[in-house]
């Protein structure tokens, strides 16, 4: 029985884009969702929110298109504001002690703040992003899906057909691939996506010589954003 990954995939691959970034940013728009719909009131995932600060960067600011959520962002992000406030409110006594014995010996010497250094680290992160963690586990899968279907008939021709993978994606296939045949003809199929893009590439760059600025550009205009798509992945899908 095929994994329920083999068939994302090959729907994904319909799709423009590398088809593991496009599954990575639909499932967390459907964890985002989960978030709100189920767990928004629990304990445990205000402990989360808690020791995470809030969520990372890019999936906080995803939150704010979600629609008909501001009461839950609300609900989610107080406590983690209120965590923030009651560390800063655990570290005053003995930064002011520090203060009153450091500051006029720190000034002389004209060195940093120690008790500052030491409530900047408390207000660190010390959990992951809930939404990150669960997009690490799903990339996994994906990658070896990929890895380990890519000379299944049905799989290659949609692999063949879509935009190919990204190139962290790639290297994470890579990484998963334990048959060399299967490793060769992903490699190959990827190298062929890679020629097309820098052909693109070539003609784009040649219709910006002065002598050939009458000539139209074509399919080959939105290549240098492919190209950046191709080597870095979607926007957001990495980093937090």
């Known amino acids: 029985m095929l994994p329920l990954d083999y068939y994302s995939l090959l729907d ?11 599954l990575l940013q639909r499932d967390a728009q459907r964890m985002l969702d989960a978030i709100f719909h189920e767990h928004v009131t629990e ?11 809030g969520l990372c960067n890019a999936h906080g ?5 979600l629609r008909g959520h501001t009461l839950g962002m609300a609900i989610l992000f107080r406590a983690a504001v209120d965590e923030a406030l009651t560390i800063s409110a655990a570290a005053l006594p003995s930064t002011a002690a520090a203060t009153a014995a450091t500051s006029r010996l720190g000034r002389l010497l004209k060195k940093p703040d120690a008790s500052a250094a030491i409530l900047a680290e408390a207000l660190a992160p010390t959990g992951p992003c809930p939404i990150c ?26 692999y063949a057909a879509s935009s190919s993978l990204c190139l962290p994606h790639f290297r ?3 990484s998963c691939a334990s048959d060399p045949a299967a490793t060769r003809l992903l ?18 760059i040649g219709k910006y010589d002065y002598r050939r600025a009458q000539e139209l ?11 950046i798509r191709d080597m870095v992945g979607a926007r957001g899908v990495f980093g937090e």
Not at 12 to 22: L, N, R, S, T, V
Not at 43 to 53: A, L, V
Not at 134 to 155: L, P, R, S, W
């Open 12 to 22: 994904a691959f319909k799709h423009k884009g590398c088809p593991i970034c496009f």
């Open 217 to 227: 550009v074509g399919d080959e205009g939105d290549s240098h954003l492919r190209a």
């Open 61 to 65: 600011w995803q939150l704010t298109e």
């Open 133 to 158: 963690k669960g997009k690490a586990k799903a990339e996994h899968e994906y990658q070896n899906t990929v890895a380990k279907f890519i000379g299944d008939e049905a799989f290659k021709a949609g």
């Open 172 to 174: 994470g296939a890579l």
């Open 43 to 53: 304990p445990e995932m205000h402990e989360i929110i808690r020791k995470r600060r």
């Open 187 to 204: 490699v190959s199929m990827q190298s062929q996506k890679w020629q097309a893009i820098k052909d693109e590439l070539s003609v784009l």
